[in-house]
């Protein structure tokens, strides 16, 4: 399979990861990305942790072409989309960065 720019590959590599990693969900109608930051692995026990502020333990934020080369993710990749589909990794759109998003248009008004 070849990638757009070392930069991209990488990423992908670290999907799942502590730190920055690249997400592809082709499970829906289009094939979406996403640049993902988690300050735990996937799996890791976080049920120790404890803070009087509320903070947010990954995000993540969709994308529609590479941050370093600029190619459009869709057409780039529209043949092996399959092969790096990996929306386990995603976060849960029904968690907390949802919640968020619900007050923060709220506030808007
Ligand atoms: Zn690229």
Request: aromatic fraction near 10%.
């Amino acid at each position: 399979m070849q990638y757009c720019c070392p930069q991209f590959f990488n990423l992908c590599n670290e999907a799942g990861t502590r730190g920055v990693g690249l997400i592809v969900d082709a499970s829906e109608t289009k094939p979406a990305f996403f640049l993902q930051w988690r300050g735990v692995e996937v799996g890791e026990d976080t049920s120790s942790l404890s803070s009087a502020l509320p903070l947010e333990l990954a995000t993540e934020l969709g994308i529609l072409f590479c941050p370093w080369c600029g190619v459009d993710l869709n057409k780039f990749y529209r043949k092996c989309v399959g092969q790096m589909s990996r929306p386990h990794l995603r976060l849960s759109r029904s968690g907390p960065c949802a919640d968020r998003r619900d007050s923060d248009s709220s506030d808007d008004q």
